[in-house]
């Protein structure tokens, strides 16, 4: 068996998000990178699948840019077998489709039975590139999944929806399928596993290595950003202290009333 | 131009946001109800057409069939696709609601269209473009389609107002084959509240740390009632066990906007920060005066939450009589 695990590398969660100064890119500089939260329940959940069918190797692949490696190593550190970095050197401005021919291509070469994600990157927070790519290896594939358990060629699979609804679903493998907080807890890399991760198979390819066509990749690109903005500066609100709490309350009632005409 | 707007149902409701869906369609087709097309997918459903009759669409077209009574993204798929070689539209548009960002990013791929997910503002003059937050709202990214192609785009709830438009909705019923060989929907299983969910809430209370134990969040949702909000919680109350998953608002959780944001207890973590900056008026109780929440606020009260929860609930309640 073959589960095979896409990373994505993301600003960390406590980063300060920088626009550059013509407004087009996201500072990169001193910023601080891991591997995307998701991703991290979707390696801990290939592990865990591993635990249970010895016969299993897990594979982590990601697009991205050199720095890219670091966070695969973790995965490795983690307990993951093999990794792979498709370099995105020339395709950087790669929107959500073309990314996932791309992996789709890799994905055909590596035949996994099984592909796991994070259900989306904190970083665009589009949820598209996991879904599209099953989509275009014509499986099935569940997104935002907090319960996974694989029998034979099928797998019991739960998805969260709004309000705590839960979908439930029997799918044929190979699929994909998209993780979410609740999946599991992942381990942490132990000491060892950090010095055994540098001595694993690293493959370094580039898109053309996984025999997609780089042009036809660019040909693709059908959205883009243009540029950033940040959020409007709220003014200063009201602040209220060093009173009673009933009259600090009974004000703001008041006010979500009459001014913020809210209630 | 011609818009197709996916319409979604679940349990034979449709929810509110479609006609949100259905307004920016029909001020994108400049008002013209022939260009813009309804699409209602389940069991059941043909009745749903007239619900949305006066919302600018002449056309609703209806996927009804048993084998698309759950959600399943191919059958919904197969929908959609067979509503697009009938009407041949230019756009399609739905929610960024879970099913509508699940369901639109398959179909992307399949039609082979641009996507963009989650518009917060539009440029309705031949729809090049819109804006759409990112790192979960501590920025706004203009985005745009390049190329010609189907364009296909979801709306962040609650924020494009539903006004009504002439408009017939004469229901259409399409024939879809549904092929189930590679996924099945065993079961939608309800869940513990009724309340609804964060994302589409427009008042919602949320408890951080400070609250200090799951039990504890009964005083948040008995203000809840009387109000009826909805419930969160911060990262840090998740972690620490006090709340389940499906309750985060931030980052990793998830991103809101209703009328009204009450923080409790919250100190105003950057993560935090950006899952509810957009919400339009936020009250915050903390017990530190220094607290980033406040930066944040519309009205603050430094007080123990434990102490102004009850007393709100109870001046909501004489307001409300």
């Given at each position: 068996?073959?589960?095979?695990?896409?990373?994505?590398?993301?600003?960390?969660?406590?980063?300060?998000?920088?626009?550059?100064?013509?407004?087009?890119?996201?500072?990169?500089?001193?910023?601080?990178?891991?591997?995307?939260?998701?991703?991290?329940?979707?390696?801990?959940?290939?592990?865990?699948?591993?635990?249970?069918?010895?016969?299993?190797?897990?594979?982590?692949?990601?697009?991205?840019?050199?720095?890219?490696?670091?966070?695969?190593?973790?995965?490795?550190?983690?307990?993951?077998?093999?990794?792979?970095?498709?370099?995105?050197?020339?395709?950087?401005?790669?929107d959500?489709?073309?990314?996932?021919?791309?992996?789709?291509?890799?994905?055909?070469?590596?035949?996994?039975?099984?592909?796991?994600?994070?259900?989306?990157?904190?970083?665009?927070?589009?949820?598209?590139?996991?879904?599209?790519?099953?989509?275009?290896?014509?499986?099935?594939?569940?997104?935002?999944?907090?319960?996974?358990?694989?029998?034979?060629?099928?797998?019991?699979?739960?998805?969260?929806?709004?309000?705590?609804?839960?979908?439930?679903?029997?799918?044929?493998?190979?699929?994909?399928?998209?993780?979410?907080?609740?999946?599991?807890?992942?381990?942490?890399?132990?000491?060892?596993?950090?010095?055994?991760?540098?001595?694993?198979?690293?493959?370094?390819?580039?898109?053309?290595?996984?025999?997609?066509?780089?042009?036809?990749?660019?040909?693709?690109i059908k959205t883009s950003?243009e540029?950033?903005?940040?959020?409007?500066?709220?003014?200063?609100?009201?602040?209220?202290?060093?009173?009673?709490?009933?009259?600090?309350?009974?004000?703001?009632?008041?006010?979500?009333?009459?001014?913020?005409?809210?209630? | 131009?011609?818009?197709?707007?996916?319409?979604?149902?679940?349990?034979?409701?449709?929810?509110?946001?479609?006609?949100?869906?259905?307004?920016?369609?029909?001020?994108?087709?400049?008002?013209?109800?022939?260009?813009?097309?309804?699409?209602?997918?389940?069991?059941?459903?043909?009745?749903?057409?007239?619900?949305?009759?006066?919302?600018?669409?002449?056309?609703?077209?209806?996927?009804?069939?048993?084998?698309?009574?759950?959600?399943?993204?191919?059958?919904?798929?197969?929908?959609?696709?067979?509503?697009?070689?009938?009407?041949?539209?230019?756009?399609?548009?739905?929610?960024?609601?879970?099913?509508?960002?699940?369901?639109?990013?398959?179909?992307?791929?399949?039609?082979?269209?641009g996507?963009?997910?989650?518009?917060?503002?539009?440029?309705?003059?031949?729809?090049s473009g819109?804006?759409?937050?990112?790192?979960?709202?501590?920025?706004?990214?203009?985005?745009k389609f390049s190329g010609s192609g189907?364009?296909?785009?979801?709306?962040?709830?609650?924020?494009?107002?539903?006004?009504?438009?002439?408009?017939?909705?004469?229901?259409?019923?399409?024939?879809?084959?549904?092929?189930?060989?590679?996924?099945?929907?065993?079961?939608?299983?309800?869940?513990?509240?009724?309340?609804?969910?964060?994302?589409?809430?427009?008042?919602?209370?949320?408890?951080?740390?400070?609250?200090?134990?799951?039990?504890?969040?009964?005083?948040?949702?008995?203000?809840?009632?009387?109000?009826?909000?909805?419930?969160?919680?911060?990262?840090?109350?998740?972690?620490?066990?006090?709340?389940?998953?499906?309750?985060?608002?931030?980052?990793?959780?998830?991103?809101?906007?209703?009328?009204?944001?009450?923080?409790?207890?919250?100190?105003?973590?950057?993560?935090?920060?950006?899952?509810?900056?957009?919400?339009?008026?936020?009250?915050?109780?903390?017990?530190?005066?220094?607290?980033?929440?406040?930066?944040?606020?519309?009205?603050?009260?430094?007080?123990?939450?434990?102490?102004?929860?009850?007393?709100?609930?109870?001046?909501?309640?004489?307001?409300?009589?």
């Amino acid at each position: 068996m073959k589960v095979l695990v896409l990373l994505k590398q993301t600003p960390d969660t406590e980063a300060k998000i920088q626009i550059s100064s013509d407004s087009k890119n996201i500072e990169t500089a001193g910023m601080k990178y891991i591997v995307n939260p998701y991703d991290e329940f979707a390696i801990e959940e290939a592990l865990q699948i591993k635990a249970k069918n010895g016969d299993c190797e897990v594979v982590i692949a990601s697009f991205g840019n050199a720095d890219t490696k670091d966070r695969i190593l973790k995965g490795l550190a983690m307990g993951a077998d093999r990794g792979l970095l498709i370099n995105n050197e020339g395709v950087e401005n790669a929107d959500s489709l073309a990314i996932a021919k791309i992996l789709a291509g890799a994905i055909k070469s590596e035949s996994p039975d099984i592909v796991l994600c994070g259900k989306q990157g904190i970083d665009d927070d589009n949820m598209h590139v996991g879904v599209m790519t099953a989509e275009l290896l014509d499986w099935a594939h569940v997104n935002v999944v907090t319960k996974l358990e694989v029998s034979g060629d099928t797998a019991k699979v739960e998805r969260e929806v709004e309000s705590g609804q839960v979908e439930v679903y029997e799918v044929k493998l190979p699929a994909l399928f998209g993780a979410h907080k609740s999946l599991n807890t992942p381990r942490y890399a132990s000491l060892p596993g950090i010095m055994k991760a540098k001595k694993k198979p690293f493959d370094n390819k580039t898109v053309g290595d996984i025999g997609v066509d780089l042009n036809d990749v660019k040909a693709s690109i059908k959205t883009s950003v243009e540029s950033y903005s940040y959020p409007a500066e709220k003014p200063a609100g009201k602040l209220f202290k060093d009173q009673p709490v009933e009259a600090m309350v009974a004000e703001v009632v008041k006010l979500l009333r009459e001014e913020a005409k809210v209630i | 131009m011609k818009v197709l707007v996916f319409l979604e149902q679940r349990d034979g409701k449709l929810k509110s946001s479609a006609l949100e869906a259905l307004t920016v369609a029909n001020k994108m087709a400049k008002g013209e109800a022939t260009n813009v097309a309804g699409l209602i997918i389940g069991d059941n459903v043909a009745a749903l057409a007239a619900e949305v009759k006066d919302y600018g669409a002449d056309t609703v077209f209806t996927a009804n069939s048993d084998g698309l009574g759950k959600y399943n993204v191919l059958g919904y798929t197969a929908a959609v696709k067979a509503a697009c070689d009938e009407f041949k539209p230019d756009v399609v548009l739905g929610i960024a609601s879970p099913m509508g960002r699940d369901l639109f990013a398959r179909c992307a791929a399949r039609l082979d269209a641009g996507l963009l997910t989650d518009l917060v503002d539009i440029d309705f003059n031949g729809f090049s473009g819109g804006v759409k937050p990112m790192y979960a709202g501590k920025v706004l990214a203009n985005v745009k389609f390049s190329g010609s192609g189907l364009k296909m785009a979801t709306l962040r709830p609650n924020v494009f107002a539903a006004e009504s438009s002439t408009g017939a909705a004469v229901a259409k019923q399409l024939n879809v084959t549904i092929d189930d060989s590679k996924i099945k929907t065993l079961e939608i299983k309800k869940g513990k509240s009724d309340k609804v969910d964060l994302t589409e809430a427009s008042v919602i209370i949320s408890g951080g740390r400070a609250m200090g134990d799951a039990s504890k969040f009964e005083i948040l949702h008995s203000c809840a009632e009387v109000i009826g909000a909805s419930v969160g919680a911060s990262r840090a109350a998740v972690d620490a066990g006090y709340a389940p998953h499906d309750m985060q608002v931030g980052q990793t959780g998830k991103t809101v906007n209703p009328q009204l944001y009450i923080a409790c207890g919250i100190s105003g973590a950057i993560q935090h920060m950006a899952g509810m900056r957009t919400s339009k008026v936020i009250v915050a109780i903390n017990t530190d005066p220094d607290a980033p929440i406040f930066s944040v606020a519309d009205y603050g009260i430094v007080a123990d939450l434990f102490e102004a929860v009850p007393i709100m609930q109870e001046k909501f309640k004489e307001l409300l009589k």
